[in-house]
């Protein structure tokens, strides 16, 4: 009973520490997309902008709550909530090494929790029964499920290696040598899945405001869009923590992997301020035309090693 009090006591100050990291991210992205475009971020609200995020999530929080006409109400009003709800329990994979807490099969649970964010967002592009709505939510479900394929098949190349699905044995096998260093290429395939997973610039196509206006999340206002946006940065921060851990194996590491995480935070927003958005035939070209069939190279090439035991 004591132990599992200790572990409930650590996620709950994970959890504590990931929310606040979400409100600082939002100051950080307003900041550098400033300097980008050569202007002030927020910079008046108290000292130097700071309870920016603070501000921002009371005026949100007390808001009106518009309802369109002939919407369903209840998946409505509960679909942000479960998709927040989700967006939490990807942090259930987070290895606490002090109290030898580690899920045996993480990277499972991370693949079941990925698939399920594709039927909320149906869901509350669905319940808002608008055609902005409709059209952003076709675009984002068909971009979700072409990248989570190429997603998958990536980490199955590392899995091969490691020969677990547990987060723990990234770092045993990557004491001596990273797999960054001899897998570069995969490594920079899955931060492109991970950018159209997470639906970020250049792949921001169901919030393409010159075409949807705002895409899927047009309808939503108040705690509803909160809970929305929170969802997207907890997933970026925890496709940031995932790509580093997997590749540089930084279990005990936790400074330098909190700096990479901090890295890829800002790689995310650079990459928005720096690229214009893609084309969509262009991006459907580049999953089933290039990345899809490297990575099933590589499959393909890693197994024949495995199989004559060259990683062992």
């Known amino acids: 009973m004591y132990y599992m009090l200790i572990i409930m006591f650590n996620f709950l100050i994970l959890f504590i520490m990931v929310f606040m990291s979400v409100a600082f991210f939002t100051l950080l992205e307003r900041s550098i997309l400033g300097y980008i475009q050569l202007r002030s971020g927020p910079n008046k609200f108290l000292f130097k ?42 942090w259930f994979i987070y290895p606490f090494i002090s109290n030898n807490f580690i899920m045996s099969l993480g990277l499972i649970f991370m693949f079941c929790c990925s698939s399920l964010m594709v039927y909320i967002f149906l869901m509350i592009s669905w319940s808002s029964n608008s055609n902005y709505s409709v059209l952003g939510m076709i675009r984002f479900i068909s971009q979700m499920i072409s990248y989570e394929v190429s997603m998958m098949l990536i980490i199955l190349n590392l899995l091969f290696m490691i020969n677990s699905f547990n987060l723990n044995d990234f770092y045993i096998y990557q004491i001596n040598i990273s797999f960054f260093i001899f897998l570069f290429f995969l490594f920079i395939m899955l931060l492109i899945s991970f950018l159209a997973e997470m639906n970020r610039s250049p792949f921001d196509f ?40 997997m590749f540089f194996g930084l279990m005990f590491n936790k400074i330098y992997l909190n700096i990479l995480v901090l890295f890829f935070m800002f790689l995310v927003i650079w990459l928005r301020g720096f690229l214009p958005r893609f084309r969509y035939d262009k991006l459907m070209y580049l999953i089933w035309k290039l990345i899809l069939p490297l990575t099933l190279f590589m499959f393909m090439f890693n197994y024949s090693l495995k199989l004559f035991n060259l990683y062992h």
């Open 206 to 245: 169901s919030e393409g405001e010159s075409e949807l206006v705002s895409g899927f999340n047009i309808e939503f206002s108040s705690m509803s869009f909160i809970f929305i946006f929170m969802s997207e940065y907890l997933s970026i921060m925890f496709m940031g923590m995932m790509l580093f851990e």
């Open 49 to 90: 902008g700071v309870f920016q995020p603070m501000g921002d999530g009371l005026k949100l929080f007390f808001k009106e709550v518009n309802y369109p006409f002939n919407m369903n109400f209840y998946v409505f009003l509960f679909s942000p909530m479960l998709g927040l709800f989700i967006s939490i329990i990807f």
